[in-house]
């Protein structure tokens, strides 16, 4: 089913013309029952049916909404344009909102790529384009949104890891931008049957399940000591490096294997320690 422009005229003007048909029936029936004409009386009755059944071919369309259009079971066209009209006698029309509208997902508890329990949820923009197929192809296009945009999102949070420890792919977390347009690629595919359009989706909640949120943070916290350990241990070695290359290009001191190895030593545990550094002074020996 694909939408189609329905027939259709100013109502404004239809509505001029349904009144000037019932005028003329009004007027033939008062001649005929006041002069016994039957002709006057047929006629009358004649114009009379002809202005009520144009009557309900009446439509009034608000803004951003179209209205289906069905003769007898048949799909006959779809009217987008705001404003009065008059269509084909004996129409049913089925309101369609083309308003851009929010979808918020429930909080959905899934398992990520590495089997992990988390919870997440989103939000969905979306917007109608075919009326037809959104009152045609599916039962209900609201409803059909709602449980396609939960089994996307179930998709897309399988196939990922919450987090990547090793810095490297893509994760739930870390990639927000990149999920959330494969989640709209998803749904798009699969609410193209309904004649809907995704313009965004967003995740609005992401976190592990209870049951392993407290591991899973010392998880991360250990993680990022690791981390930051490793750039505190490369600025160390470097510190320790330049320190012993400055002096020995100044010539102030001249050091040994062993001396050198004993400073790098100290520069070390100086630097890399989480607590301040307690200066041991040398005042000589007993002997």
């Known amino acids: 089913m694909t939408e189609q422009k329905a027939w259709k005229i100013n109502g404004f003007l239809a509505l001029l013309v349904i009144l000037a048909l019932l ?11 006041n002069d016994s004409e039957v002709l006057n009386i047929i006629l009358g009755i004649i114009l009379l049916v002809v202005s009520l059944v144009l009557m309900t071919g009446v439509q009034i369309v608000q803004p951003n909404q179209a209205k289906v259009l069905t003769f007898f079971g048949r799909y006959l066209g779809s009217i987008r344009e705001a ?41 969905v923009v979306i917007k109608v384009i075919d009326s037809a197929k959104a009152v045609f192809d599916v039962d209900n296009y609201e409803q059909f949104v709602e449980i396609q945009s939960e089994t ?39 609410l193209t049957i309904a004649g809907v359009e995704v313009i965004e989706a967003r995740l ?20 990022a000591i690791l981390s930051a350990r490793q750039i505190i241990v490369e600025g160390a070695v470097g510190m320790a490096q330049m320190a012993i290359e400055q002096l020995e290009n100044s010539g102030t001191i001249e050091l040994d294997d062993e001396r050198k190895v004993a400073m790098i030593n100290n520069l070390l545990v100086a630097i890399v320690s989480d607590r301040s550094a307690q200066p041991v002074l040398n005042t000589g020996t007993l002997y």
């Not at 004996?90 to 329990?117: A, H, Q, T, Y």
């Not at 919450?162 to 870390?174: P, W």
């Not at 392993?212 to 250990?222: G, V």
């Open 204 to 223: 609005t909640h992401l976190a592990y399940a209870t049951e392993i949120a407290s591991a899973m943070l010392q998880r991360q916290q250990a993680s």
């Open 83 to 123: 404003g009065f009209w008059m269509t084909v006698p004996f129409i049913s029309s089925k309101k369609v909102s083309l308003k851009v509208r929010n979808f918020n997902s429930e909080r959905l508890k899934v398992n990520d790529v590495n089997g992990n329990p988390i919870e997440i949820a989103a939000v």
């Open 152 to 190: 996307a999102l179930r998709q897309a949070a399988t196939k990922y890891p919450y987090d990547n420890f090793e810095e490297a792919g893509c994760s739930l977390r870390g990639n927000a931008e990149e999920i959330a347009q494969e989640i709209s690629n998803e749904l798009q595919a699969r």
């Open 23 to 33: 005028a003329a029936a009004i007027y033939n029936l008062i001649i005929g029952v």
